[in-house]
């Protein structure tokens, strides 16, 4: 076994020094019912490095991945494109084996991507700061509205039906454990306008929705101060390189997932949640935050962890969350992929993205579909089909499609409707192809 | 050796308090501020709020440890030191003068089970 | 611009400040659709987009040197007490990148991800044989996520047999900070439990405390081996204890390296526990993230999983949506898959032959330090240790001014990663050594040696340690200034 490098001399030097016969003595203190022989466990023999590459070779070809269908599912986690960057990064040992840097000095290297990721988040949200991200979208904007319930002492969290479901799901989860109210407020036609706010701490608004549909923030913003609300969006950062900033319209906090911005989809994880707030509600935002300091003897800028009073292994039961880890290798990637894209490719990736929907919008109302909340959209829209979503859904795989999302199971009386994303990978020959063969299961 | 006022009450829990009429001061004591190091946070009550001895009425932060601090006598809250919002420091540099942190007006009397200097001065080592 | 000089030294510069218009690092996917008016179909679109705007070399250049100045257990032995900072093997990050694993989307249907199931249901099948539980999820996506969703668990099950009651959870004073913090993220309030001389859990103080309030405790949240390096050998006993008071004990696993294949939790009379795959299993840390939590539970507690749970039935492995008694979803889609894949890597590389090496000669290891440590550095409690070992340098700051701390700085100096300082709370001046199963007899020396050059160099130059580390890329720290400052991001000039 290559990863355990003891010799049998090595083993009898060492138990010699310690004044012990054997390695069974070193655990003498476990009561000896409690112990089973070594060797005895049920599980599968050891394979070499060959057959294990073999072995999950073959299970990986069991799957029908994204690489042999052609992908027009989003639903919030996207097939994007990756730069090959990317991976080279984050591979690189002194990262991938790095652990929280606890230790400033020597872990420089990863403060300052931190630092950077911060800095980029924020930017693409138009927020003050942001922490060293969270597990996922869905958890940041759960922790979200325990922030803000935190802040305002209301006990009432209020989500548009338009949010994400899963995160939803994952909000009534995290509400009904420390016994928050979750009100769900209903869309019309893909926009949320009756928030029914009165004493809630918060509003939560998708920025662009889960059908694609783009809300009025300003809308938002008046209807939160009317009820004395925090507002939070939780917002796609592609998005956000072209649409206006969440931040421009006054949100008090901004949450998302970042796995669009050069991470595997990897059947949903690891991936990495977003979070950003204004400057006045620093103090009770959960997880790390990488600051720039200098030395205490010179005059060397370098980064620390800080405000580390608000979290657990300090805090205890009074920390702002019980997050211990960031997702800082998942962060890592998406900062690779904001300074690989920068500026102006963010930009074209999402223009590319609006192009790439309105054309496939165009091919599939050309084949009978109906668009059902308008064609006012990002990346991805809901389509009204003639028979059941899932059954579409499912003809369109022997196809070489992942045709979108099915609504019925999310929303009642949406048996028919399916949500489609088209990315800026998607060719207009995909695209073509795609409005073929669903013609053809629609015929 | 940190300095320990003799003209002020003390808690075990590192809090002092200078009463003048019906008015208390508190503030930690030099010994907690240097236990705790640069203090870079002074989390502090609402003007108004009523304390029971003992209550908890804010807290001091430094870069790795918080500490909550606890109120020695009974009583309103009259006044919170604003210059701390922006000065915490001053609990390091002047913890019986400039780094007090509340006053209190007292609704009932001062316990006596508060130390006088000499008897905090074996708790402080 | 520093590039194309060899850099041996940090790179002081943020990437914003080598930013150039007009630059840019990947060739990003043309669109061959047709052109549209933005606004008239997302409204008002942006321009104040601050993005740096880098070419692909330079980006790589930024990167490269970045790491030269992070540390990882790549780079060196990072004997990093309670994170077990083992070797990741690199077979890991090739299956993971697998293109049938890497390019699944979370919401395709379960039917065109047979191979993803399998990797799931494996990961459940040797965990549960390895920790002696009947059910495994992988569902949580961090260990302090696993430990919110047993206490979710804990929480249901007492809801549904009408004990709502039970709202104190009671923590050791050794704990990890995360058990308190994970607790009240549940609604529960918290108790201590304190530790008795010998480093065990004192039965006299928990017998007053389920004497006094037993019937509102909700749960015991106990770290076994504790977070002092022992194993509790009362463990029966203690949740003998809480059962007969209608308690449920939970298991903290972060210290599950000292049992693999050698002790199993379930059979210790715990109700259910947490793992930090990215701990005992091998899946990298990342510099703090991805963590990766599953969690083991008794059949009691199994009604109330977070769906789906993956579970084989007539021969395939399903899904299974359909649980009416769930506590819900605890977070996006499946959990941590790539990393389940790396775990499912590692423990086949192991096997049945060779999988209790871990905890065999992590332990090893462990006392192997201590032995070698406990003239310089003597061991806070008499006994053997399991995978870590706990030394206390007390004696250094009472006659020398030189703290736990000047002592892990000083290490840097000497190329070694310091181990965790000042945890558990209970023991003054702390260091907590964990030397992991990966290390070699030659490594552990060397890192020995360097700390009994250290304490020499705490006695003889108090100040040299006061001010390491001395030879790294950047001085100590000043740490107060960054909490006053708050600079926590780039501004673009305006």
Known sequence: MPYVPHTAADTEAMLSVIGAKSIDELFREIPSNLKVAPGSLNIPSA????????????????????????????????????????????????????????????????????????????????????????????????????????????????????????????????????????????????????????????????????????????????????????????????????????????????????????????????????????????????????????????????????????????????????????????????????????????????????????????????????????????????????????????????????????????YKGMENDLLVAVTEIRTREQIDAFASAMKEVLA | MSNIPSDLKYMKSHEWVRVEGDVATVGITDFAQSELGDVVYVELPTVGKMLAVGDTFGSVESVKTVSDVYAPVPGEVLEVNQDLVTSSELVNSDPYGHGWMIKIRLTASVPTTLMNADEYGVVAV | MTSGRMQLMPEPKLIFDKSRPGRIGCNVPVCDTPEVDFTSIVGETRNDLHLPEIAELDLLRHFTNLSHINFGIETGFYPLGSCTMKYNPKINEQTARLAGFANLHPLQPVETIPGALEILNGVQEMLCEITGFPTITLQPVAGAHGE??????????????????????????????????????????????????????????????????????????????????????????????????????????????????????????????????????????????PGCGAIGLKSHLEPFLPAPVIRPTGGKIVADYDRPQTIGRISGFYGQFLMEVRAYTYLRAFGKEYIADISRYSVLNANYVRERLKDVLPPAHDRPCMHECILTAEKYKKEHGVRALDISKRLIDYGFHPPTNYFPLIVPECFMIEPTETETKETLDEFCDALIAICQEAIDTPDLLHDAPSMKIVGRLDETLAVKTLDVRWWPAS
């Not at chain 1, 938002?220 to 956000?240: E, H, L, Q, S, T």
């Open chain 3, 148 to 289: 919110m969703t047993c206490l979710m668990l804990v929480k249901k099950y007492h809801e549904s047999i009408g004990q709502s009651n039970r709202t104190i959870v009671l923590v050791p004073d050794s704990a990890h900070g995360t058990n308190p913090a994970s607790a009240a993220r549940c609604g529960y309030s918290v108790k201590p439990v304190p530790t008795d001389a010998n480093g065990n859990t004192d039965l006299v103080s928990l017998a007053a405390s389920l004497a006094e309030f037993g019937e509102n405790v909700a749960a015991l949240m106990l770290t076994n081996p504790s977070t002092l390096g022992l194993f509790e050998p009362n463990i029966e006993k203690i949740c003998k204890m809480l059962h007969d008071a209608g308690g449920q004990v939970f298991c903290d696993g972060a210290n599950m390296n000292a049992m693999v294949g050698t002790t199993r939790p379930g059979d210790h009379g715990f109700d259910c526990m947490h793992l930090n795959l990215h701990k005992t299993f091998s899946t990298p840390h990342g510099g703090g993230g």
């Open chain 1, 47 to 410: 394979l070499d490095e060959q057959r294990l590459m073999a072995h999950l070779t073959e299970i990986a070809a069991k799957n029908i991945d994204c690489t042999k269908l052609t992908c027009f599912l989003g639903a919030g986690i996207y097939d994007r494109y990756i730069p090959a960057t990317v991976s080279a990064v984050i591979s690189r040992g002194e990262f991938l084996t790095a652990y929280t840097p606890y230790q400033p000095e020597a872990s420089q290297g990863y403060l300052q991507t931190i630092y950077e990721f911060q800095t980029m988040v924020s930017e693409l949200y138009g927020m003050d700061l942001s922490n060293a991200s969270m597990y996922d979208g869905a958890t940041s904007m759960a922790e979200a509205a325990i922030m803000a319930h935190g802040i305002k002492g209301h006990e009432k969290i209020v989500v548009s039906d338009a949010v994400h479901p899963h995160y939803r799901q994952v909000l009534a989860t995290y509400c009904w454990s420390i016994g928050l109210e979750v009100v769900t407020v209903p869309s019309v036609n893909g926009q949320t306008k009756d928030w029914n706010a009165d004493g809630a701490a918060c509003i939560i608004v998708q920025y662009p929705n889960f059908f694609g549909n783009i809300e009025d923030l300003a809308a938002v913003r008046k209807a939160a101060d009317d009820a004395g609300a925090m507002m939070i969006v939780v917002a796609d950062p592609v998005a956000c390189a072209l649409l206006k900033s969440p931040g421009s319209y006054g949100a008090d906090i901004v949450v998302g997932e970042g796995q669009p911005m050069g991470i595997a989809m990897g059947l949903g994880g690891p991936v990495v949640g977003l979070f950003t707030c204004k400057k006045e509600f620093v103090r009770h935002i959960p997880g790390r935050i990488v600051g720039k300091t200098k030395e205490v003897h010179g005059d060397r800028p370098g980064y620390v962890m800080t405000l580390r009073t608000r979290e657990q292994d300090i805090r205890r039961e009074k920390a702002t969350s019980n997050i211990c880890t960031n997702e800082a290798l998942m962060a890592l990637a998406a900062t690779v992929y904001m300074i690989a894209l920068g500026k102006n490719g963010m930009t074209q990736v999402a223009q590319s993205s609006v192009r790439n929907t309105q054309y496939a919008i165009s091919k599939l109302k050309s084949i009978g579909a109906t668009v059902k909340f308008g064609e006012k959209v990002f990346g991805e829209f809901v389509v009204t089909l003639p028979k059941s979503a899932t059954e579409v859904r499912d003809k369109m795989i022997s196809k070489g499609f992942l045709a979108g999302l099915p609504l019925g199971g999310y």
